[in-house]
T-cell receptor, first 112, second 116 residues
Framework: SQQGEEDPQALSIQEGENATMNCSYKTSINNLQWYRQNSGRGLVHLILIRSNEREKHSGRLRVTLDTSKKSSSLLITASRAADTASYFCATLIKAAGNKLTFGGGTRVLVKP | EAGVAQSPRYKIIEKRQSVAFWCNPISGHATLYWYQQILGQGPKLLIQFQNNGVVDDSQLPKDRFSAERLKGVDSTLKIQPAKLEDSAVYLC??????????????FGPGTRLTVT
């Protein structure tokens, strides 16, 4: 089974709405990263949150991390059609040689 | 700054044939990764190099897959012989590593392999 599991698997929203997706993981981590993948730009790193951080912002993105619940959430505010993509969380464990383990992703469709 | 380069972008082969993929990481990135991404799934790490040494190849099917990173820069991933289930996108990524800590990974465009 995967270390990170995203929820929901798919999400459809109207432009301007917020999109929230969640990630749960099983073992202790050093950091958690979110990536976006679309056909035009491939897989792109969005934001990294370390295990001692609880919240991080980057533009219209807000990531939270709750290590007690082993979960993270990604919020995209005021979504745009260009945000249509698959979003993956990935957990990094130093003890595992800095191996990054990806979840199955959330497919987001933003309708204009 | 140039990104991670991969070639070819697309490859179609018949089962039991061999294929090779090439990756050139971002200059100065010590760590290089090969991932396999099957349609509808997240990327799965196949092998991780730090400089020219292998850090993790626990999920590499070694009976048919091989990878090398000569001189700690470019890398090639080979499949011989290919099976139908190898159809996937093969992603190469690189990252800066400081001591024992690796930062975010930068991905290449990938090679889409179709095995018929």
């Amino acid at each position: 089974s995967q270390q990170g599991e995203e929820d929901p698997q798919a999400l459809s929203i109207q432009e301007g709405e917020n999109a929230t997706m969640n990630c749960s993981y099983k073992t202790s981590i050093n950091n958690l990263q979110w990536y976006r993948q679309n056909s035009g730009r491939g897989l792109v790193h969005l934001i990294l949150i370390r295990s001692n951080e609880r919240e991080k912002h980057s533009g219209r993105l807000r990531v939270t991390l709750d290590t007690s619940k082993k979960s993270s959430s990604l919020l995209i505010t005021a979504s745009r059609a260009a945000d249509t993509a698959s979003y993956f969380c990935a957990t990094l464990i130093k003890a595992a040689g800095n191996k990054l383990t990806f979840g199955g992703g959330t497919r987001v469709l933003v309708k204009p | 700054e140039a990104g991670v380069a991969q070639s070819p972008r697309y490859k179609i082969i018949e089962k039991r044939q061999s294929v090779a993929f090439w990756c050139n990481p971002i200059s100065g990135h010590a760590t290089l990764y090969w991932y396999q991404q099957i349609l509808g799934q997240g990327p799965k790490l196949l092998i991780q190099f730090q400089n020219n040494g292998v850090v993790d190849d626990s999920q590499l099917p070694k009976d048919r897959f091989s990878a090398e990173r000569l001189k700690g820069v470019d890398s090639t991933l080979k499949i011989q012989p290919a099976k139908l289930e190898d159809s996937a996108v093969y992603l190469c990524a690189s990252s800066v590593t400081t001591g024992t800590y690796s930062y975010e990974q930068y991905f290449g465009p990938g090679t889409r392999l179709t095995v018929t």
